[in-house]
C-alpha cells in the first residue's frame, strides 16, 4: 500500500521539471557530498524554531540564508543573510544582493557561521545546557 502524504502532488508535479532533483532518504555520507556540492542553502520556512539542516550546512561551511522567521535568525546569525517572507521577489532581491558580494565576503560570514553552528551546537554545548537544566530542576 502507498501513503501519500499532504505534498504528494506537489512533489510529483515537480519531478517534470529537468533542473530540479529530489533527494530523500540519503545516507549520512550522502548528506555530506550534498552539502559539500553546494554553495548556499536556502530555508524558506513559514515555521521553524530549530532548523537541523541549517546547522548541518553551516557546519560543512555552506552559506545559509533564511526566512526571518522563528528561529532562523538566532541560528543564521547575521541579519543580512535573510529575508522576509516567501515571496519569491524577496528571496530573489536577497540572493541577487548577495551575488553582488565579494568572495572575501562571502568566505568571511562562511567562516563566521561555521565557527557559530560549532559554538552552540557543539556535543560540548548540549552537554553543559543539559547539566545546566538538570542543575535548574534539582535546585528547585
Same mark, same amino acid.
Given at each position: 500500500?502507498?501513503?501519500?502524504?499532504?505534498?504528494?502532488?506537489?512533489?510529483?508535479? &515537480? *519531478?517534470?521539471?529537468?533542473?530540479?532533483?529530489? &533527494?530523500?532518504?540519503?545516507?549520512?555520507?550522502?548528506?555530506?557530498?550534498?552539502?559539500?556540492?553546494?554553495?548556499?542553502? #536556502?530555508?524558506?520556512? @513559514?515555521?521553524?524554531?530549530?532548523?537541523?539542516?541549517?546547522? +548541518?550546512?553551516?557546519?560543512?561551511?555552506?552559506?545559509?540564508?533564511?526566512?526571518?522567521?522563528?528561529?532562523?535568525?538566532?541560528?543564521?546569525?547575521?541579519?543580512?543573510?535573510?529575508?522576509?517572507? &516567501?515571496?519569491?521577489?524577496?528571496? &530573489?532581491?536577497?540572493?541577487?544582493?548577495?551575488?553582488?558580494?565579494?568572495?572575501?565576503?562571502?568566505?568571511? *560570514?562562511?567562516? *563566521?557561521?561555521?565557527? @557559530?553552528?560549532?559554538?552552540?551546537?557543539?556535543?560540548?554545548?548540549?552537554?553543559?545546557? #543539559?547539566?545546566?537544566?538538570?542543575?535548574?530542576?534539582?535546585? +528547585?
Amino acid at each position: 500500500m502507498l501513503i501519500k502524504f499532504k505534498y504528494q502532488h506537489d512533489l510529483d508535479e &515537480l *519531478r517534470g521539471y529537468s533542473n530540479v532533483t529530489l &533527494l530523500h532518504n540519503l545516507s549520512t555520507s550522502e548528506m555530506i557530498s550534498f552539502y559539500d556540492s553546494i554553495d548556499m542553502l #536556502i530555508i524558506p520556512s @513559514r515555521a521553524d524554531p530549530l532548523p537541523t539542516v541549517a546547522i +548541518e550546512a553551516m557546519a560543512r561551511k555552506v552559506l545559509v540564508i533564511g526566512n526571518n522567521i522563528d528561529g532562523i535568525p538566532e541560528l543564521v546569525g547575521d541579519k543580512d543573510l535573510l529575508f522576509n517572507g &516567501l515571496d519569491a521577489e524577496n528571496v &530573489l532581491r536577497k540572493i541577487q544582493q548577495i551575488s553582488r558580494w565579494n568572495s572575501q565576503e562571502i568566505e568571511a *560570514r562562511v567562516q *563566521r557561521q561555521s565557527k @557559530r553552528a560549532k559554538q552552540l551546537f557543539s556535543s560540548y554545548e548540549k552537554v553543559r545546557y #543539559i547539566n545546566n537544566e538538570f542543575e535548574k530542576c534539582l535546585s +528547585e
